[in-house]
């Protein structure tokens, strides 16, 4: 009888042990599963957005190469957002800029003849039109974080593919800039054109925006030059009339009348609200806001989205009266005038 206890007690131990190796073989894997390999699988289930195939491709003026390049129009849009707008934005503000994008592109289709663009292209890539940067160049850029931003901003594409905005079943100007003064501006308070859509709205929230405020500082002599002016001793010039989105509208200067885009554009500032002052050889001119002011502000667009609001809350707000529309017959109508 004693013998057996000792014989029992091996026997025991060794199912025990038996019953332990599949728990120890798989815990290790288990705990890597929250570190580096969980962050692997995570990236692994995640779906890279893919764009439908593009209906027509968009001639593009490339402006360091001089040459042109037909761009399948999903991609084009792509490489807009990412060029106009920062991919670290939130999703759905991102979302807004490729329907703005989309929409210019198509509206400048329906033209007889391409503004600014040499011939054979409807486009350049540079901010006459919209800034276009293609893959090779977007790499360069970004480096390492080209995967993550790229396929951020594919989705934004992505989701809003085949849309347009449109205003009286016609795609409009979807004018767009930086950063509001805390108001957007009506189109002929900076071009000549009254446009139903392109209203003033507050966009209060833009004063979060980093580019909200500027300095710039001139010398008295440049500024004459640039201005074809001779300021009176002691003062710069008064401003006379403010735009509906509380900018300069008008300028007295040395006997002289201005226009606040006129100053903006002379002097190369960020915003045409501005105010100066004269200290000893130089003035100083502060501004708030950078753009012109009219249509969305990209700024504004990202804090609406962090409040919450999605795409379409975020355009119907900053482009009055307007639907989202499909692109396609448009699309189809530049295809039967090429």
């Given at each position: 009888?004693?013998?057996?206890?000792?014989?029992?007690?091996?026997?025991?131990?060794?199912f025990?042990?038996?019953?332990?190796?599949?728990?120890?073989?798989?815990?290790p894997?288990?705990?890597?599963?929250?570190?580096?390999?969980?962050?692997?699988?995570?990236?692994?289930?995640?779906?890279?957005?893919?764009l439908?195939e593009?209906?027509?491709?968009?001639?593009v003026y490339?402006?360091?190469?001089?040459?042109?390049?037909?761009?399948?129009l999903e991609?084009?849009?792509?490489?807009?957002?990412?060029?106009?707008?920062?991919?670290?934005?939130?999703?759905?503000?991102?979302k807004?800029?490729?329907?703005?994008?989309?929409?210019?592109i198509?509206?400048?289709?329906m033209?007889?003849?391409?503004?600014?663009a040499?011939?054979?292209?409807?486009?350049?890539?540079?901010?006459?039109h919209?800034?276009?940067?293609?893959?090779?160049?977007?790499k360069?850029?970004?480096?390492?974080?080209y995967?993550?931003?790229?396929?951020?901003?594919?989705?934004?594409?992505?989701?809003?593919?085949g849309?347009?905005?449109?205003?009286?079943?016609?795609p409009?100007?979807?004018?767009?800039?930086?950063?509001?003064?805390?108001?957007t501006?009506?189109?002929?308070?900076?071009?000549?054109?009254?446009?139903p859509y392109?209203?003033s709205?507050?966009?209060?929230?833009?004063?979060?925006?980093?580019k909200?405020?500027?300095?710039?500082?001139?010398?008295?002599?440049?500024f004459?030059?640039k201005?074809?002016?001779?300021?009176e001793?002691?003062?710069?010039g008064?401003?006379?009339e403010?735009?509906?989105?509380k900018?300069?509208?008008?300028?007295?200067?040395?006997?002289?009348?201005?226009?606040?885009?006129?100053?903006?554009?002379?002097?190369?500032?960020?915003?045409s609200?501005?105010?100066w002052?004269?200290?000893?050889?130089?003035?100083?001119?502060e501004?708030?806001?950078?753009?012109?002011?009219?249509g969305?502000?990209?700024?504004g667009?990202?804090?609406?989205?962090?409040?919450?609001?999605?795409?379409?809350?975020?355009v119907s707000?900053?482009?009055?009266?307007?639907?989202?529309?499909?692109a396609?017959?448009?699309?189809?109508?530049?295809?039967v005038k090429?």
């Amino acid at each position: 009888m004693n013998s057996i206890k000792p014989v029992f007690t091996v026997l025991a131990g060794l199912f025990f042990i038996i019953l332990l190796i599949p728990t120890l073989l798989v815990t290790p894997f288990m705990d890597q599963s929250k570190g580096k390999l969980g962050e692997e699988l995570t990236v692994a289930k995640k779906e890279v957005p893919v764009l439908a195939e593009s209906p027509v491709d968009i001639p593009v003026y490339r402006s360091q190469l001089k040459e042109i390049e037909n761009i399948p129009l999903e991609e084009y849009v792509v490489g807009v957002v990412a060029s106009e707008m920062p991919a670290d934005f939130e999703l759905e503000a991102l979302k807004a800029q490729a329907l703005a994008a989309r929409t210019y592109i198509t509206k400048q289709m329906m033209n007889e003849k391409a503004l600014s663009a040499p011939e054979g292209s409807i486009v350049t890539d540079t901010q006459i039109h919209q800034v276009y940067k293609n893959v090779e160049e977007l790499k360069k850029i970004w480096g390492k974080e080209y995967e993550e931003k790229i396929n951020k901003i594919t989705e934004a594409v992505a989701a809003t593919q085949g849309q347009i905005l449109t205003y009286d079943n016609k795609p409009i100007d979807a004018l767009f800039f930086s950063t509001s003064n805390g108001f957007t501006e009506n189109s002929e308070a900076y071009w000549k054109e009254e446009i139903p859509y392109l209203r003033s709205v507050e966009s209060t929230w833009d004063e979060e925006s980093p580019k909200f405020y500027d300095q710039k500082i001139i010398s008295v002599q440049e500024f004459e030059k640039k201005l074809g002016v001779s300021i009176e001793e002691g003062t710069v010039g008064k401003i006379t009339e403010l735009t509906p989105g509380k900018r300069v509208a008008k300028v007295e200067i040395g006997g002289k009348t201005f226009t606040g885009k006129d100053i903006r554009e002379k002097l190369e500032l960020k915003s045409s609200d501005f105010t100066w002052e004269l200290k000893g050889d130089s003035i100083v001119i502060e501004t708030e806001g950078y753009g012109h002011g009219v249509g969305m502000s990209q700024y504004g667009a990202n804090f609406m989205a962090v409040d919450g609001k999605n795409y379409e809350e975020i355009v119907s707000y900053y482009y009055k009266g307007t639907e989202v529309g499909a692109a396609e017959p448009f699309l189809s109508k530049y295809t039967v005038k090429k």
